[in-house]
């Protein structure tokens, strides 16, 4: 008996209907990026394994894919991965490219990813990822760019989000403070899981990182805070159920940052942190004071405006590696889900592949989890189940032949088409019509060829009307 056929855990098939879905995510997403001048590029799925180990902390290179065999001969081939994301392959083709590029080089790149993880809700081993970033510049301009492509991607999407945010920096600052300097890089993987595994296994985890007990009682303000440190909220359509205690606060962001000024005094990088927040805070209020202003508003074209918050978060890590700088995650309000977008700044990631001092910031879309929260809202447009505009149903072989001429036509006008492929019962083609929601039917008999016409049938309504060819143009278009 032949074995029943499947795909491996943490893999999904995607029908057409999945797909009409993931393309309405993509090109929403595309056409942000396209705004502010980001430019597509595409790597191979497979990297060599030097240029992926390493990268992402030891959380991460566990979570490698190797290829065992590539089809080589293993002496003299180097050892393959799947990539783990888009970032590192970035920088990897940013080196390899230098010559080519013109900096800074604003990229966006759309692709699968792959991980070896444990499979769970919104959680896949194989899930997309919609990247842009921007690098050769050190400029926050950089930062503020991620943040309105964040706010307007989800507004189109009609997702209301917070974008927590936060400096590695920062982090660095608070290492030294509590006396743990030199295990920053501790601090951030466990301190990172802490919305995964709550702070008695995060102090567990500290300790078996070898943070003594003064210096995880010296972090407990941070862990135990909680993220309500609201920096700029606008509110469009009302959230209903959001988990968010950021709804509906205000804060001034100069004199939350001033109290972590003052945390950090003896810290020179943890100072250097808050400077980087403070101008990335005066950037976002600075455009918030443009568009908030009466005329704007009166001739914004911009509607149902989504809710947008910025919170400042001391426990976001970022659990890689090359983050330096600022580091985003943002979050549903609505639905109980992971991150569904992250990423930062990276002051040296091309040094590791000969490129020193090139600095860069990006941000990175879970597509795959953007669906599930968009399926779980109800948020799709309903259009999005068929692209064919009118199917042709015929009675005969000659009718048949007469509807392929006809189809020709209005597939030069731009109109999708199709034409059932055999005259067989009229019910079965109607059906076919419903099944891929087709709206408009254009049926031919005897008669309708006598006319040089066609019945025009709208499905939603049951009317007919019978039309010629200009006439059926102008219906479809319209």
């Known amino acids: 008996m032949a074995q029943k056929p499947s795909i491996p855990k943490g893999t999904r098939d995607f029908g057409q209907v999945e797909m009409a879905r993931r393309n309405y995510i993509f090109d929403t997403i595309k056409g942000v990026f396209s705004l502010y001048g980001f430019q597509q590029i595409e790597t191979p799925a497979m990297e060599n394994i030097g240029t992926l180990m390493g990268k992402y902390g030891e959380e991460g290179d566990k979570l490698l894919f190797r290829i065992q065999n590539s089809g080589e001969k293993a002496a003299l081939a180097p050892e393959k991965g799947l990539r783990y994301d888009l970032t590192v392959p970035f920088a990897r083709y940013v080196v390899q490219h230098r010559e080519e590029l013109s900096f800074p080089f604003k990229r966006y790149q759309i692709q699968p990813v792959w991980r070896a993880d444990r499979p769970q809700k919104g959680r896949y081993r194989e899930f997309y990822q919609c990247d842009v970033d921007v690098i050769g510049s050190d400029s926050l301009l950089g930062e503020l760019e991620l943040i309105q492509i964040v706010e307007e991607v989800y507004r189109r999407?009609?997702?209301?989000?917070?974008?927590?945010?936060?400096?590695?920096?920062?982090?660095?600052?608070?290492?030294?403070?509590?006396?743990?300097?030199?295990?920053?890089?501790?601090?951030?993987?466990?301190?990172?899981?802490?919305?995964?595994?709550?702070?008695?296994?995060?102090?567990?985890?500290?300790?078996?990182?070898?943070?003594?007990?003064?210096?995880?009682?010296?972090?407990?303000?941070?862990?135990?805070?909680?993220?309500?440190?609201?920096?700029?909220?606008?509110?469009?359509?009302?959230?209903?159920?959001?988990?968010?205690?950021?709804?509906?606060?205000?804060?001034?962001?100069?004199?939350?940052?001033?109290?972590?000024?003052?945390?950090?005094?003896?810290?020179?990088?943890?100072?250097?942190?808050?400077?980087?927040?403070?101008?990335?805070?005066?950037?976002?209020?600075?455009?918030?004071?443009?568009?908030?202003?009466?005329?704007?508003?009166?001739?914004?074209?911009?509607?149902?405006?989504?809710?947008?918050?910025?919170?400042?978060?001391?426990?976001?890590?970022r659990g890689l590696n090359y983050y330096t700088g600022a580091i985003f995650e943002v979050k549903a309000l609505d639905v109980q889900m992971g991150s569904i977008t992250g990423g930062g700044r990276y002051d040296n990631l091309t040094g590791i592949f000969g490129l020193p001092g090139v600095s860069g910031v990006g941000i990175s879309f879970g597509a795959d989890r953007i669906y599930d929260v968009l399926t779980e809202l109800d948020l799709f447009p309903k259009e999005l189940q068929s692209t064919t505009q009118v199917l042709f149903a015929t009675f005969g072989a000659e009718e048949l032949r007469y509807a392929l001429g006809w189809a020709k036509e209005l597939r030069a006008q731009g109109i999708a088409v199709e034409v059932y492929p055999e005259p067989t019962k009229m019910k079965k083609q109607m059906s076919y019509a419903d099944a891929k929601q087709i709206p408009f039917v254009a049926i031919v008999g005897s008669d309708e060829m006598a006319q040089n016409k066609v019945m025009l049938k709208e499905m939603s309504s049951g009317n007919q009307q019978l039309v010629d060819l200009p006439e059926l143009v102008k219906s479809l278009k319209g």
């Open 157 to 317: 999407l009609g997702i209301n989000v917070c974008l927590h945010i936060n400096n590695r920096k920062i982090l660095a600052g608070i290492a030294e403070v509590i006396g743990a300097p030199d295990k920053i890089v501790d601090i951030t993987v466990a301190i990172d899981k802490l919305d995964k595994i709550g702070v008695e296994a995060v102090n567990a985890e500290l300790a078996e990182r070898g943070l003594t007990d003064e210096a995880i009682k010296a972090l407990q303000p941070i862990l135990t805070t909680p993220s309500q440190n609201v920096l700029r909220t606008t509110t469009g359509r009302p959230i209903e159920q959001s988990s968010s205690p950021a709804q509906g606060r205000e804060n001034n962001p100069q004199a939350k940052l001033a109290e972590l000024r003052e945390y950090l005094a003896s810290s020179e990088i943890g100072l250097k942190g808050v400077a980087e927040m403070e101008e990335i805070f005066e950037l976002v209020e600075s455009t918030k004071t443009l568009l908030d202003s009466d005329d704007h508003r009166q001739s914004s074209v911009l509607k149902d405006e989504s809710h947008f918050s910025i919170e400042l978060d001391l426990c976001l890590a």
